[in-house]
């Protein structure tokens, strides 16, 4: 309770500093999102943050400032978030905990008057299962999970399927995600079980394969695989498409980083909402607003390497050339039907009782 106490007092100094100090009125605005997934402003990037606070006083005439923070899961966010130890007014979960919260009550309905590009998000990408009425969401950026191998130490014979993740070969070279969630869906595609079951057996059978894998493992990671992989830490690690590129560009001269898609895998949309924890609405539909212009989504695009659904990035001839033809053709694959695939391998929401024998089995797997 001091904690929670000082953090607000905290808050409320530094909002009252920040309009005191500026001599006039200045909004407050709390985004929550996924580590590494917003322009930033680093190495001469577009920043988004600062760009949105200048836009904002240029166009309405008084300031805003952005709190920013980041979580490295979904469970780590819902946790935080059902907790009411915090408020935040923009999060952007992905696609299985939405539907988690919007059952739970715990996002608002958007106002779309609010929010005029979002006729920029491609049709295809609304009325999904987790939003199935467009009522509280934006899309901002899906994909496909993959793994990626470091090619000066996986034979290239080896790296297809699931299979590779689970190798000995490659013992104590290889990374796994670190969230019940993904963990079981590796397990789950490499098996051929649903990853949506109802079916307790069929979890055990996934939860099995988790043990068999444990020993292999050198550890359950998220943003931590960006250093491990670029660096030759470790050898082989299942994560989101976009990242690999990232890690591409960050490699060492001694690692030759590789990716493919497993079949079957996981196909996922994360996207902007408003908690119900909000303190500012507008703003936030405000800022998801400008999130879909030109400058930001494509800069945004282009940071984070993730494939967009906004028209105005994925037909943008200047996104098109610097992102290039294989970012290109494993972002946007060709082959193939996304909401197809989508809707027959992607995360739903699961009923309460499966996601607690879901995270009792993890705990297991995680103390082991």
Known sequence: ???VLCAVLAAA????????????????LNVYN???YISDGSEDSYDTVKEFEAWYKETYGEKVHVNYDTFQSNEDMYAKLSAGAVSYDVIIPSDYMIARMIS??????????NIPNYTNIDDSFKGLYYDAENKYT????????????????????DAEGWELMWNPKYSGRIVSFNNSRDAFGTAMYKLGLDVNTTDKSQWDKAYEELMTQRPLLYGQVMDEIYNMMESGEAAIGAYYAGDYFTMLD?????VDLRFYYPDPTNYYVDAMCIPSCCQDKELAEIFINFMLSRDAAVANAEYTYYASPNRVVYTDAEYIDYMGEEAMEIL???????????NTYAYKNLPQEMLDYMNSLWENVKIN
């Open 104 to 113: 739970e009550d715990m996002l608002l309905e958007l106002d779309f008057s």
């Open 34 to 36: 996924w580590g590494e």
């Open 250 to 254: 960050a490699e060492a001269d001694t």
């Open 332 to 342: 946007y694959p060709e082959a193939g039907d996304f909401a197809a695939m989508y």
């Open 138 to 157: 934006v899309p901002y950026a899906y994909g496909i999970v993959g793994i990626i191998w470091n090619a000066n130490e996986v034979d290239e014979a």
């Open 13 to 28: 100094m530094l909002m009252a500093c920040l309009a005191g100090c500026s001599g006039g009125k200045t909004r407050i």
């Open 1 to 3: 309770m001091k904690k």
